[in-house]
């Protein structure tokens, strides 16, 4: 194992976690399929519709018969039946005739088009006025015009939204091979720490709040997560608690054991583990710099600083795409991110040399989406509280100004 690695950058490290593949499919029933993540791409097996159907209530008809229709010089048919919904259309249509059609009914054969029942007029109880033209197809959903056949329906690595779902349920298919949900181990370290539970707090000491603050984001986004508790700075507690966390879960996450001293022990663990390897044990950026990714076999370890600022940031940044990589996600465009556009309402003022991960508060005003930066230290709880999420200031920029337009990173949806 290579025991130090020097700092690297949050593009490095996004690089990094794109070596990682995704965990092994499964098939699941299509009622549990929402938020899932296809293994492999859907084909549809057949003509979505399979019948011409109508998409407008009204009457169906030979376009030809309605060529030249107008208010002043409509054209009059004559209602020889209706079609009724669920049920096949047999009655044929012959020139100067109309049959009634309710949306999604099937087009009787003889017809090409649908006229809305808004531009026609009773005579009597068999004859229509029609007072508009219809060209052929108009209103109307061809064979195969909405699936057809032999075409990819959804690609590999979807992540199926309700829609989606109902997509497949259109097709008749009952079970998806989707990815499996990563299994996450969340263990707080540190003497500090106590329960978020302890009802009088010691001097010295502190609740602990990434426990739940990242289980909270692991369950947003749907990962199988199991609160380990809090481990003492002890090396062979430590190492016995992540032991046992990697034999049962897919990504260990351990907050509080990458500052300078507790690195020690993290590093000391890693070393102990077969098959452990430091992939970085640093990043350029603020909050969060002290962070250590480790592959270990198939498995996942992940440092997380002890600030609760810095790891909610870093796991937004870094853990959460990793994770979404393991449920098979494919690359998300701008438009899926959880980003939001805004404009700075303070100047930004950054280092040189390092990107700074500002956290933020938005406001709608006059219209506008507004950013206004929380400035504090990364130890400060209410920061979490306050912020809807982060700006990245560009580690060879030494600040943004007031007014400028910045991407928003959100920590939740």
């Known amino acids: 194992m290579t025991k130090f ?21 499964e098939t699941i029933g299509l009622e549990a399929a929402t938020g899932r993540v296809l293994a492999a791409s859907t084909v549809s097996g ?37 079609v009724e919904m669920g049920e096949a259309a047999r009655q044929p249509l012959t020139p100067g005739q109309a049959i009634v059609i309710p949306t999604g009914g099937m087009l009787p054969p003889g ?40 075409a990819e329906v959804l690609p590999a690595g979807q992540r199926l939204r309700p829609q989606d779902v109902g997509l497949l349920a259109a097709l008749g298919i009952m079970s998806v091979a989707v990815h499996r949900r990563p299994r996450v181990a969340v263990i707080s370290t540190g003497d500090e720490v106590v329960s978020a539970g302890t009802a ?19 369950r947003q986004i749907g990962a199988i997560t199991t609160l380990c508790g809090i481990v003492e700075d002890s090396l062979p507690q430590l190492t016995a608690a992540c032991r046992q966390a ?22 000391q663990v890693l070393e102990s583990l077969p098959g452990a390897e430091i992939l970085f044990h640093g990043i350029a950026v603020r909050p969060g710099k002290p962070t250590i990714l480790a592959r270990v076999g198939q498995k996942v370890f992940w440092g997380l600083p002890g600030q609760p600022v810095s ?36 100047s930004l003022p950054s280092v040189h040399g390092r990107s700074d991960y500002a956290s933020v508060v938005l406001e709608e005003r006059d219209g506008r989406l507004w950013a206004t930066p929380l400035f504090g230290k990364s130890a400060m709880i209410s920061l979490l509280s306050r912020a809807d999420g982060y700006v990245i200031v560009p580690e060879h920029s030494e600040g943004l ?11 939740s949806r």
Do not use: C, W
């Not at 003509?47 to 208010?71: H, K, L, N, Q, W």
């Not at 006229?115 to 109880?125: G, I």
């Not at 004859?127 to 197809?137: D, K, L, M, S």
């Not at 009088?200 to 692991?218: E, F, V």
């Open 5 to 25: 690695l020097k700092v690297i950058s949050p593009s490095a490290v996004l690089k990094i976690l794109e070596g990682f593949p995704p965990l092994e499919a």
């Open 46 to 82: 057949e003509d979505i519709p399979a019948f011409p159907r109508a998409t407008m209530d009204g009457f169906a008809v030979r376009a030809r018969d309605v060529y030249g229709a107008s208010e002043t010089i409509p054209a009059l048919l004559e209602v020889v039946g209706k």
């Open 111 to 150: 017809a090409d088009a649908v006229v809305m029942v808004e531009h026609t007029q009773p005579l009597d109880d068999r004859t229509i006025e029609v007072t508009r033209p219809a060209a052929p197809g108009d209103n109307v959903l061809q064979v195969g015009e909405d699936l057809r056949s032999g």
């Open 200 to 218: 009088q707090l010691p001097l010295g000491k502190t609740r602990d709040i990434n426990s739940y603050s990242i289980a909270g984001q692991l």
């Open 246 to 267: 990697l034999a049962d879960h897919d990504v260990v996450l351990l907050s509080g054991g990458s500052s300078v001293g507790a690195r020690d022990y993290t590093i």
């Open 311 to 346: 790891a909610l940031t870093i796991f937004t940044a870094f853990v959460k795409p990793l994770l979404e990589r393991l449920e098979g996600e494919r690359q998300k465009s701008v438009l899926q991110e959880a980003t939001r556009i805004a404009t700075l309402s303070a």
């Open 401 to 411: 100004d007031q007014g400028t337009e910045v991407r928003i990173h959100l920590f």
